[in-house]
C-alpha cells in the first residue's frame, strides 16, 4: 500500500496563497461569535488553499453545490497530502486528509509519513466509503446557547442511563509527537492545511468551534491551533500487530493521539456529569453515552478533568485551560457542603490506596463505602470503579453471589466508559463465569504472595 505523491497544487505554499492577516481582536470565550466569520468561511466551490473573501468589494462567491460523498474509483488512493511538512527533531510531520472517509465527512492526521501509511492501511482508515455509525435521527438533543458557557447541548426527550448519546469520527488527529513536539506555529500550519483541505461542511463546523482565551492570537492559523486545544481529546490508537520480526521505527503497539470533534464538542464541562465516554480506536469513534437518566431540557454535560480531584484543583485546572469557573453544584455549594464534598472525594482516594494495596487487610464493607461515597457524590461516571472492588472484596472472603451481582454491575457501567477491550473487563466476565476459578476468590483468606490482581 503506497501513499501516491499527489500534492494539491493551490497548497503549494500556504503562506503563499493565504497571507497571514494582521492581528484580529479575538473575542472572549463568552463572546465567542458562533457563526463562521468570514475570513475562515470556505465556500464550497472556492479553491483548497483559500480561506474565503476578505474583501468585501470581491463579487460573492457562486452559489454552494449540494455536497455528495465523491465514489472514490478503484484502487486510487484515497489520501491526499499537502506539500507542507515540518520538523520536530529527527521526525517529519505532515498533514494527510481523506476526504470519502465515512461517506464523505472526512478526516485528516498530522502524523510522519510512515505512521500515515501504516495507520491509513488498516480498517477503518482503508475502507474508502466506511459505513456512518447508526446515527440517532434525530438525535435526543439540540444545541442551545446557555447564559455563561456559550453553546451547549441540552436534551430534548429523556434519555435512559445507558443510552448512546453520540459516535463520531474525528475531524483531524495529531500524532501526540507532532502535538508536543512541534513549534507551536508549526503545527498551526498544519492544522490551517488540515482543516481547509477537508470537507467545506466538516471545516466550517470545526472553524464554527469555540476557542478559549485571548492570548497569542494573531492569525488565522492560530485561532485554528486554539480551536484545536480547546476542543482536542486524548484518543489512544491501537496500531497492526508486526510479525516477531518486523520493526519499522516509530511504530509502536499503542500510539497517541490528540483529535477533535465537532459534535463532542459541544459538550459542555460538569464535575459530575450525566455522561461519560470513551475512544473506540477501532472504528475511531468518540462513543458517547448517558450515565444517569435525564430529562428534557437538562444539559448534557462531560467532565474535562479528573472529578475526584479537590474543588479548588479542578476550577484552577479548568480555569487555566479552558477559561472558565464552573458553576456546578459540585463547585458552588455553600461552604460546609464544598468541605463535606472535598472530604468524601478525599476519603474515595483513601480507601482506593487501601482497597488497592493488598498486603493490608481491606474488607468488603470498606468497597460499599466507596460505593456509597460515590453515590453521594454522584460520580456515576466513575461508579464502575466501585463496582469492580466490590466485586474482588466480596470474591476474596469467598462469598461468590454478591461478588457476582457488583461484578455485574461494574460490566453495566465500565463498559459505557471504557469500552469492551480492557482487562478488568475480561476479568470481571471470568469472575461472573466462574467465581471459585477467578484469581481473587477467596484471596482475603489466603497470603498475599497467592493473589494476583488485576489493575481497574
Ligand atoms: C469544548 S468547548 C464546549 C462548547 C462551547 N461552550 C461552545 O460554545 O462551543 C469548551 C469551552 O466551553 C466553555 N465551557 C465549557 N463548560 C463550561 C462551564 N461549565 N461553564 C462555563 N463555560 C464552559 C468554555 O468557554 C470552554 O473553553
Redesign the pocket.
Known amino acids: 500500500h503506497v501513499l501516491s505523491p499527489f500534492t494539491c497544487p493551490a497548497l503549494s505554499d500556504i503562506s503563499a496563497t493565504c497571507p497571514l492577516p494582521q492581528s484580529q481582536p479575538q473575542p472572549r ?2 463572546e ?1 461569535n ?1 457563526k463562521p466569520s468570514s475570513i475562515y468561511h470556505r465556500t464550497p466551490g472556492t479553491p483548497v488553499g483559500y480561506y474565503g473573501p476578505s474583501d468585501p468589494t470581491e463579487p460573492p462567491s457562486p452559489p454552494p453545490q449540494p455536497q455528495q460523498a465523491a465514489a472514490p474509483e478503484k484502487d486510487k488512493n484515497p489520501w491526499t497530502k499537502g506539500p507542507l511538512c515540518r520538523r520536530a527533531g529527527h521526525d517529519e510531520f505532515c498533514a494527510f486528509t481523506h476526504t470519502t472517509f465515512h461517506s464523505g465527512r472526512g478526516i485528516s492526521l498530522i502524523t510522519t509519513p510512515t505512521r500515515m501509511l501504516l495507520l491509513g492501511s488498516q480498517p477503518p482508515l482503508n475502507e474508502t466509503l466506511s459505513p456512518p455509525a447508526t446515527p440517532d435521527t434525530p438525535p435526543p438533543y439540540t444545541d442551545v446557547t446557555i447564559p ?5 447541548l441540552v436534551a430534548t426527550e429523556p434519555i435512559r442511563a445507558g443510552r448512546r448519546v453520540m459516535a463520531a469520527t474525528p475531524a483531524v488527529m495529531v500524532d501526540d509527537k507532532a502535538f508536543r513536539g512541534l513549534r507551536r506555529d508549526d503545527l498551526a500550519m498544519l492544522l490551517g492545511q488540515a482543516i481547509i483541505s477537508l470537507p467545506a461542511q466538516h471545516s466550517a463546523r470545526f472553524l464554527n ?2 476557542a ?1 482565551g485571548d492570548d497569542d492570537v494573531r492569525t488565522q492559523f492560530d485561532i485554528v491551533h486554539k480551536i484545536f486545544t ?2 482536542a481529546f486524548r484518543t489512544p490508537v491501537q496500531g497492526v500487530e508486526l510479525g516477531e520480526n518486523e520493526k519499522i521505527e516509530g511504530w509502536e503497539k499503542e500510539m497517541d493521539y490528540q483529535s477533535t470533534f465537532v459534535e463532542v ?6 464535575c459530575a456529569p450525566n455522561l461519560g465516554y470513551y475512544f473506540d480506536s477501532a472504528t475511531l469513534s468518540h462513543r458517547v453515552y448517558a450515565v444517569k437518566d435525564i430529562l428534557p431540557g437538562e444539559e448534557l454535560t462531560i467532565s474535562y478533568v479528573d472529578v475526584l480531584q479537590p474543588s479548588t484543583t479542578r476550577q484552577s485546572l479548568l480555569a487555566k485551560t ?3 469557573t ?3 453544584p459540585r463547585c458552588t455549594a455553600e461552604a460546609h457542603l464544598l468541605d463535606e464534598s472535598d472530604a468524601r472525594a478525599r476519603q474515595i482516594q483513601q480507601l482506593r490506596r487501601e482497597l488497592d494495596d493488598h498486603s493490608v487487610s481491606a474488607t468488603p464493607e470498606k468497597a460499599e463505602l466507596l460505593i456509597t461515597l460515590y453515590e453521594l457524590e454522584g460520580l456515576h461516571v466513575r461508579i464502575y470503579e466501585a463496582y469492580y472492588r466490590a466485586a474482588i472484596e466480596w470474591n476474596g472472603v469467598g462469598d461468590s453471589g454478591r461478588a457476582m451481582r457488583y461484578a455485574r454491575l461494574c460490566l453495566d457501567k465500565g463498559l459505557l466508559l471504557r469500552g469492551p477491550n480492557r482487562p478488568f473487563v475480561d476479568s470481571m466476565r471470568e469472575l461472573v463465569a466462574d467465581p471459585t476459578h477467578h484469581w481473587s476468590w477467596r484471596f482475603r483468606l489466603k497470603s498475599a504472595q497467592e493473589a494476583k490482581p488485576t489493575a481497574v
Open positions: 470565550p463568552q465567542v458562533h455563561g458557557k456559550g453553546i451547549g468551534l469555540s478559549s480547546t476542543n464538542s459541544r459538550l459542555n464541562h460538569a479552558w477559561s472558565f464552573c458553576t456546578c
